[in-house]
C-alpha cells in the first residue's frame, strides 16, 4: 500500500470525532449479534478516542500522563491484539484486520460513504469469505475501524492478528450466550438464607479460574480483595483481588469495570456514581439516562445476581482535571 492512500484515509477516519463515532455505533448496535453488543460498548468506552488524541497531540506524552492520572497500561498501539480478546468476535479478527486494510487499499477516495456503510461493507465482506453472519462479525469490525482511527496503518497492519493469550474456543455464539445465562446454584445456607446466598463473579470469561463468589448485597470491589490469590505479577493495579481498587469510596478510579453480562443484576447506579464516572472520563454519552450502565465502579456496586466483568488495563481522570 503506497503511502498516498494511507494517508488520505488515514485523514478521512480523523475527521471523525468522539460524538460522530458515538452516532456510527448507535446506528450499527441494533445490528450486532447480541454476544457481542456489550463487548463493542465496552471495548469503545475503554478506548476512548480522547485518551489516544491527548497522548497523540501532547508534545510531552509522559506530562499528560501524569496529568491525567494515568496508570496501567494506557496505550493502546502496545496491545492491539490482545484488547480486543473478550469480545466473540476476537478469533475473526485476523480476517477483520486484513479486510478493513484491503479496505483502505482500495478506496482512495474515501469521502462520500458514511463510516457506517464502510462498517458494514467490511463485515459483510468477512461474513462471505469466512462464512459467519455478519453480525457476529460487525461489532469487532467497527473496533477495527476505531483502533486504526487510533493507531494508524503502520501500527496496525504490523499488530500479529490473533489475540495472543486467547485460548482456542469453538463455542457457537449461542453457547456462549446460554453459558452466561446459567446463574449458580445457591448452597444449602443459600436456601436457607436467602441473606448468605452467594454469587459468582466472572472476571474473565477466556479462563477458567478467573471467577469469584460475592455474598448478596456486597460491593464487587470487597467480594474481590477476599480473592487471596496473587494477581499483582498480571497487573501491579491489582494489589488485593483481580480487581484493581485504592480508595474503596468513588476517590480514585482504579477499580472501573465493564459488565459483559448481568448488568441489571447490580445495584443501579446512583447519582454520586455518576458523577464520579463522568470525572473519571469512563461514561459514555450514549449510556448517560440508563439505570445499569455498562461501565461501573466496583466499589459503589452492589451484586445480586451472577455477572460476567471486564477489567480495563488502565484508568486515570480524563475529565475532572484542570
Ligand atoms: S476503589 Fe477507588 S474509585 Fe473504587
Known amino acids: 500500500m503506497i ?13 471523525h470525532n468522539e460524538a460522530n463515532w458515538a452516532e456510527v455505533l448507535g446506528k450499527l448496535l441494533p445490528f450486532i449479534h447480541p454476544v457481542d453488543q456489550l463487548a463493542t460498548r465496552i471495548w469503545f468506552s475503554f478506548w476512548p478516542l480522547k485518551l489516544s488524541r ?16 494515568l496508570d496501567g497500561k494506557y496505550r493502546l498501539e502496545e496491545q492491539l491484539d490482545s484488547s480486543v480478546e473478550f469480545l466473540y468476535g476476537a478469533r475473526f479478527w485476523p480476517d477483520v484486520k486484513r479486510a478493513i486494510l484491503t479496505h483502505v487499499e482500495k478506496n482512495t477516495r474515501p469521502e462520500g460513504t458514511s463510516l457506517e456503510r464502510r462498517i458494514q461493507q467490511v463485515a459483510s465482506q468477512v461474513s462471505s469469505e469466512i462464512r459467519v453472519a455478519e453480525a457476529v462479525v460487525l461489532g469487532i469490525t467497527a473496533v477495527g475501524f476505531m483502533a486504526l482511527q487510533q493507531v494508524g496503518i503502520e501500527v496496525f497492519s504490523e499488530a500479529g492478528g490473533r489475540p495472543s493469550t486467547r485460548p482456542v474456543d469453538r463455542r457457537i455464539p449461542e453457547e456462549v450466550l446460554r453459558t452466561r445465562c446459567a446463574e449458580s446454584r445457591p448452597g444449602l445456607l443459600g436456601i436457607l438464607h436467602r441473606v448468605d446466598r452467594k454469587f459468582v463473579v466472572t472476571f474473565d470469561e477466556n479462563r477458567k479460574d478467573s471467577t469469584f463468589k460475592v455474598v448478596r448485597g456486597q460491593d464487587l470491589s470487597m467480594a474481590s480483595a477476599a480473592d487471596t490469590r496473587d494477581f499483582k505479577n498480571q497487573d501491579p493495579r491489582r494489589i488485593a483481588g483481580p480487581i484493581p481498587a485504592q480508595c474503596r469510596s468513588a476517590a480514585c478510579g482504579y477499580c472501573w469495570v465493564g459488565v459483559l453480562w ?15 464516572l463522568r470525572h473519571f472520563g469512563y461514561a459514555s454519552v450514549e449510556s448517560e439516562g440508563e439505570s445499569h450502565p455498562h461501565i461501573r465502579l466496583s466499589c459503589q456496586s452492589r451484586c445480586f445476581g451472577d455477572v460476567v466483568l471486564v477489567v480495563p488495563p488502565w484508568n486515570g481522570v480524563l475529565d475532572g482535571r484542570e
Open 54 to 69: 491527548s497522548l497523540h497531540q501532547a508534545e510531552d506524552p509522559q506530562r499528560v500522563a501524569r496529568h491525567l492520572l
Open 262 to 276: 448481568g448488568k441489571e443484576k447490580l445495584s443501579p447506579v446512583t447519582p454520586f456514581e455518576k458523577q464520579r
Open 3 to 15: 503511502a498516498a492512500e494511507r494517508n488520505t484515509f488515514q485523514s478521512y477516519l480523523e475527521k
